[in-house]
């Protein structure tokens, strides 16, 4: 019943996001951007809105604008392009992006590139608050090492090559033609906190550093130093509890149309707007969304006639099988762990008996043909109890999942025991007690048929 | 792209900026930013100028090779190319000492940027690492905007940085105690310095790895290193561990005494029968009650296989209704037959 109507709802979901083609979230988007600012930005947001977003403008200082309207979120993913005011407006305090946020939104972040830029106080305490640290006014990376422009005296325009990331996690950064483009990148930068949640998305080249223009002109000492190469983020992405995405970009610059230009260095197109799209896909649950299509566990002691079980019992092999698909702009997807990465099952009571690796299974889940499923079979632990099927799979740039099912591990019946004559050690035992009830049925016998002999002198035997 | 130079290749070409020293040629080839014709130019015209002038030192140079000096000929293309190229950032008499807390002052490792140590150091809790040098853009003496030491990691590729103290005059200096290195970096087992010189304008900036160094951590510091932050990753793997199957002991030994039990059954029939035990007076009995005698003993056999098919295969009530059914029947029989022997003890005949 609950299989058929998740699949009525998965039909519909996907007949929605097929007449659309966009984000998970949905795809009203507001764009808080002054005039003059917006005009820098054309070509994102034509993109954006080639992708079925559909977005609404505001000023920082709107007064119409509300971002819950019955408690209710009113947009789906918000842009907050770089200002010139030192705060927003009273519609958007720090606490309304998180309100947001926890009701499943998605907020994009452009800081100002230019070192004279404010950066609005509401937008760096939502940064403290997610364990992002941003530098104080007038700080920008510059990079001696790799310069985009020989003639620009400053240094403040950098080359990046496109993000790379451990062969554990996913590239969703990187998806557009030219591999080896680079990227034009101006801004202060960024530090990220320790927070899993936090990830840093573009790191800065390993000799730039974050410098405060205004303090060190001559030298950069110690003071003045925000920080320096590939702890220097340029663009970190934070994943919240609840999947909603929360991007900064170090330098709004990096999305600007200025940038969707030719590298003179190189002669060739910079990789801007593909990552732009690649950042924007991801912030707004385009790509890296993850789906459970369905689990099926069953054990040796009744095969697959019973699925889903609620009893096992120790030492028995179950076989525990997970769907997972993918979101990938307009449809999902079997989901590919990436090479290094594990789709891993814990057995959990109290603590985990088992943390195995599921792996890819050739025969896929009868409801689900559009996934991978992931599948394992181990021997249930020697100790019963309520134990829990649990797959907790939270990994960089995807949505976590936290699948649980709990079932009973129950002991050996009494007649699954091994037999007495099973074992070897008991065979002197049972022979005893054969011994004795031959013995005993023959006394018996004997006590009741045997006829005294005389002895010589006696006339009968002693009893 | 080939003749404007791709970025990878200017990227090395600053680098590995030793290479410059050892092999000059290559270099002036690759100067920096070529697809900027009027800096290149600019520079190009400047190579042809410092060419020309300083031709007769390159015969010079040929004259040494020709006494076979190759080492000071090596050496001495060395300092004039360093000289010759204005446009790059170096540094001098640069050193590094490595003292211990309250004792005396450690030796000074002199390095240069052809030549860095190679020495295995160690670097303990009480020690504080110390560098000196003096950094030059081409040949005269002057104040980068970056002079870095970047300490790294290199087994996880975690890095962080120390910047330098520098007066106007290029005279740098850094003092470092393993304190002010990040814990991350510390549990690492070798740590290369590279030190980074660079600046605005058109100098090529120098990065130079100069040393490795191990960390080495008393068992208190050891101790209070704290554990890695959470990162949302493969975990490790768990496998039960099951308890040991229960064990018999060899199989031999169970037989053996399996037989010595065994034994002792014809052990008893022999030792009764040897002291005149015997049924003689069976038909007599069988005369006297002939049905109570047979379905006693019947009944007892009876009772021994019930007990023999709970053993095997029946349960607790099939049991009990068994030996509902039997016992009476024994009783009752049992009775008859115990009245019968109880004759024959009154006869005599027992």
């Known amino acids: 019943m609950g299989l058929t109507l998740r699949s009525v709802l998965t039909a519909l979901v996907s007949l929605v996001s097929l007449s659309q083609g966009i984000s998970l979230t949905g795809p009203r988007t507001l764009l808080v951007v002054e005039d003059d600012v917006k005009a820098q930005f054309q070509t994102l947001i034509s993109d954006l809105e080639a992708r079925g977003f559909t977005t609404t403008t505001h000023t920082p200082k709107s007064t119409t604008l509300t971002l819950f309207q019955h408690e209710e979120r009113v947009y789906d993913n918000i842009i907050l392009f770089p200002t010139k005011l030192k705060g927003l407006g009273p519609n958007l305090p720090s606490s309304s992006f998180l309100k947001h946020a926890t009701a499943g939104g998605n907020i994009l972040i452009l800081l100002p590139s230019s070192a004279d830029d404010n950066i609005p106080t509401a937008i760096a305490e939502l940064a403290t608050q997610v364990d992002i640290f941003l530098p104080p006014k007038g700080f920008a990376v510059v990079n001696h090492f790799d310069l985009a422009d020989a003639i620009e005296p400053e240094h403040t325009t950098l080359l990046v090559d496109l993000p790379s990331f451990p062969s554990d996690t996913r590239n969703y950064f990187n998806t557009g033609e030219d591999k080896g483009a680079k990227l034009l990148y101006s801004g202060a930068g960024l530090a990220v906190g320790s927070s899993p949640l936090v990830q840093p998305i573009l790191k800065a080249p390993r000799f730039a550093y974050s410098y405060d223009t205004k303090e060190a ?22 994943q919240t509890r609840n999947s909603a995405r929360i991007t900064f970009v170090g330098g709004a610059d990096l999305l ?16 801007n707007r593909a990552f732009a799209k690649d950042v924007t896909a991801w912030t707004f649950k385009e790509t890296g969304v993850l789906r459970v299509d369905g689990i099926e566990h069953w054990g040796e002691e009744f095969g697959k006639e019973v699925v889903n079980g609620d009893v096992y019992r120790i030492k028995h092999d179950v076989t525990f099988s997970v769907a997972l698909s993918e979101y990938s702009y307009d449809h999902f997807e079997p989901f590919v762990a990436p090479a290094d990465d594990a789709v891993q099952l814990e057995f959990t009571m109290l603590d985990p008996y088992y943390r195995i690796p599921l792996t890819a299974s050739s025969s896929a889940l009868t409801q689900h043909k559009n996934s991978t499923t992931y599948s394992t079979t181990f021997k249930t632990p020697d100790q019963h109890g309520v134990f829990t099927f649990a797959v907790n799979y939270k990994r960089p740039f995807l949505s976590n999942i936290h699948e649980k099912r709990a079932v009973t591990v129950r002991h050996f019946a009494h007649n699954e025991w091994t037999r007495s004559w099973g074992i070897s050690g008991s065979w002197p035992w049972i022979a005893g007690i054969w011994v004795v009830v031959v013995g005993w049925i023959g006394f018996v016998g004997l006590w009741l048929w045997s006829k005294p002999v005389v002895a010589e002198g006696k006339g009968k035997k002693k009893q | 792209m080939r003749p404007c130079g791709s970025a990878a290749s200017v990227g090395a070409a600053t680098r590995h900026v030793t290479q410059i020293h050892q092999n000059p040629q290559p270099t002036r080839l690759t100067s920096p930013h070529p697809e900027c014709p009027s800096p290149s130019l600019l520079i190009l015209l400047l190579i042809l100028a410092t060419i020309t002038v300083l031709l007769p030192e390159i015969k010079s140079i040929m004259k040494l090779l020709s006494t076979s000096n190759l080492l000071a000929a090596g050496l001495l293309l060395c300092q004039w190319v360093s000289a010759a190229t204005p446009s790059a950032w170096t ?62 990691d290199t087994e996880s590729e975690l890095e962080s940085f120390f910047p330098f103290d520098i007066k106007e005059s290029g005279k740098a200096r850094l003092d470092l105690t393993l304190k002010d290195i990040p814990i ?42 704290p554990e890695p932050a959470l990162k949302y990753q493969k975990m490790k793997e768990i496998h039960h561990i099951f308890r040991a199957e229960p064990k018999s002991p060899p199989k031999v030994i169970s037989l053996v005494f399996l037989v010595a039990v065994a034994v002792c059954l014809p052990g008893l029939f022999g030792a009764w029968f040897s002291l005149s035990a015997n049924v003689s007076h069976l038909p007599k009995s069988l005369a006297a009650s002939p049905i109570a005698h047979p379905l006693f003993f019947a009944s007892l056999l009876a009772f021994e296989g019930v007990f023999f098919a709970y053993y095997t ?11 509902t059914i039997i016992s009476p029947v024994a009783l009752l029989s049992g009775s008859r037959a115990l009245r019968e022997v109880r004759a024959r003890r009154l006869n005599g005949e027992r």
């Open chain 1, 256 to 271: 600007a149309d200025k940038s969707f230009t030719k590298i003179a260095k190189t002669n060739q197109m910079s990789g």
């Open chain 2, 313 to 323: 295969q029946i349960n607790i009530f099939q049991t009990l209704a068994a030996v």
């Open chain 1, 217 to 238: 002109t001559s030298f950069a000492d110690d003071e003045n130093v925000f920080t320096a190469g590939k702890q220097l983020a340029l663009v970190a992405g934070v």
């Open chain 2, 91 to 152: 540094f001098a008499d640069a050193t590094l000492q490595i003292s211990q807390k309250g004792a005396e002052a450690g030796a000074k490792r002199k390095f240069t940027s052809t030549s860095p140590i190679t020495d295995d150091l160690t670097l303990k809790s009480t020690d504080s690492l110390k560098i000196l040098l003096t950094t030059k853009e081409g040949d005269t003496a002057k104040r980068p905007h970056q002079l870095f030491l970047f300490v790294k």
């Open chain 2, 184 to 225: 991350a970096l510390l549990s690492s087992s070798s740590l290369s310095l590279t030190l980074t010189v660079g600046s605005f304008g058109q100098s090529t900036p120098l990065s130079l790895e100069i040393a490795k160094v191990t960390p080495v951590l008393d068992a208190a510091t050891k101790k209070s290193l």
